[in-house]
């Protein structure tokens, strides 16, 4: 098996199972415990919480724990739209996020808060310009996904982030694809709020952070005992949550190794597939992408019938979320890409772990999957 499906999940790194197996077996005290075992339990997370912070650019006492990039994400909009309830009543966000925000900014519209979804352009970028055209005066907090699953397009997060501080409004990124894949300081991008999830970058799935910056005061999501600074009651999982700060230890060895390889092996595959089939379209944007993503359509084809030809390579046809549909992605609808370019979709990702000889054969095996599609 030929594994490209990284933007879906990726395995556990070795020295993150490694580092999970002290508190499997042994290390099993309650971090809230003042007796030896649960000091020993509270360092450890705490080590882990400096270690996501050192990743980020931040202090630990800025990161909370949470199960994922989903209750991360709804953490941040409904316990926010909650405390600024007397504030204010409309969201910015856009029109490619995941479905953790589409569907979070859905329900809260039901409860009477408005929200502006924003267009994006022919790459699937927004122009920062179109955000500050959406502000109002009862504007609490925009939100726009630092990279796109789907298309890898890296959003001009800094610049909005600035356009947020002009105004006094809180900002937001869901940075779930990006951690992991390119530089996440929260300072540079200018975010008061910033989504991680642990198994896009080699954690267990079930475990992720919040990024919340110092000063800013939200209603708890989780009502309890007053774990994770009074934001998320409930004893912590330390098993995973140190799992997910090794893996981002690693992350902070290897990234800036891993960006050109990435890059360099994922150019090699878009060419090698254009060069054999040259109507293929690539989605996203040319220069702005993850390096490690390639979202490629076949005109008039199918991406989920292509993939069944191929049962050795491990790909999508698009979000993992709603890799089962045969509709086209809300992603590419919004990028104006017409339905039979679309419906022929294949996002291809690469990891740590790709060898150039195992983009070789992908790409081979999906070239002859198109060109026996293409036989009458």
């Keep these: 098996m030929i594994y490209l499906d990284y933007n879906a999940t990726t395995p556990i790194a070795k020295e993150v199972a490694e580092s999970m197996m002290p508190f499997v077996l042994e290390d099993f005290g309650n971090p809230s415990s003042a007796h030896p075992m649960g000091k020993k339990a509270k360092e450890a997370l705490e080590k882990a919480r400096d270690r996501i912070a050192a990743l980020l650019g931040c202090e630990g006492k800025e990161i909370i724990f949470t199960s994922g990039g989903t209750e991360s994400n709804n953490m941040v909009l409904k316990s926010l739209a909650w405390t600024m309830r007397n504030k204010g009543r409309h969201?910015?966000?856009?029109?490619?996020?995941?479905?953790?925000?589409?569907?979070?900014?859905?329900?809260?519209?039901?409860?009477?808060?408005?929200?502006?979804?924003?267009?994006?352009?022919q790459y699937g970028q927004v122009d920062p310009d179109e955000v500050r055209k959406a502000i109002r005066k009862d504007t609490v907090l925009i939100t726009v996904m630092h990279a796109n699953?789907?298309?890898?397009?890296?959003?001009?997060?800094?610049?909005?982030?600035?356009?947020?501080?002009?105004?006094?409004?809180?900002?937001?990124?869901?940075?779930?694809?990006?951690?992991?894949?390119?530089?996440?300081?929260?300072?540079?991008?200018?975010?008061?709020?910033?989504?991680?999830?642990?198994?896009?970058?080699?954690?267990?799935?079930?475990?992720?952070?919040?990024?919340?910056?110092?000063?800013?005061?939200?209603?708890?999501?989780?009502h309890g005992g007053g774990q994770e600074m009074g934001l998320r009651s409930g004893t912590e999982n330390v098993i995973l949550n140190v799992a997910l700060g090794t893996a981002c230890?690693?992350?902070?060895?290897?990234?800036?190794?891993?960006?050109?390889?990435?890059?360099?092996?994922?150019?090699?595959?878009?060419?090698?597939i254009a060069s054999a089939v040259p109507e293929a379209v690539v989605?996203?944007?040319p220069e702005q992408r993850l390096p490690n993503t390639l979202f490629i359509s076949f005109p008039g084809m199918i991406g989920e019938e292509l993939l069944n030809a191929m049962p050795e390579v491990c790909a999508s046809t698009?979000?993992?979320?709603?890799?089962?549909?045969?509709?086209l992605s809300h992603v590419l609808a919004s990028m104006g890409v017409k339905k039979e370019v679309g419906m022929g979709a294949i996002r291809l990702s690469l990891g740590r772990p790709t060898k150039e000889d195992e983009v070789d054969q992908a790409a081979q095996l999906l070239i002859n999957a198109v060109k026996a599609a293409m036989q009458p």
């Design 91 to 121: 969201i910015i966000t856009t029109k490619i996020e995941h479905p953790a925000i589409i569907n979070t900014a859905l329900f809260l519209m039901e409860t009477g808060l408005d929200v502006t979804f924003i267009p994006v352009d």
């Design 318 to 327: 698009g979000s993992a979320c709603h890799d089962q549909s045969v509709s």
């Design 149 to 222: 699953n789907e298309t890898g397009t890296i959003q001009p997060i800094s610049d909005i982030g600035a356009i947020a501080r002009e105004y006094g409004i809180l900002f937001h990124t869901d940075a779930a694809q990006a951690v992991g894949k390119i530089e996440t300081k929260v300072d540079d991008l200018g975010v008061d709020f910033l989504t991680i999830a642990g198994h896009k970058l080699y954690a267990p799935k079930g475990v992720g952070a919040l990024y919340i910056r110092e000063g800013i005061e939200i209603e708890p999501f989780m």
């Design 249 to 272: 230890e690693l992350v902070q060895g290897t990234l800036f190794t891993e960006i050109p390889r990435m890059k360099t092996l994922r150019d090699g595959l878009s060419d090698h």
């Design 283 to 285: 989605h996203g944007h």
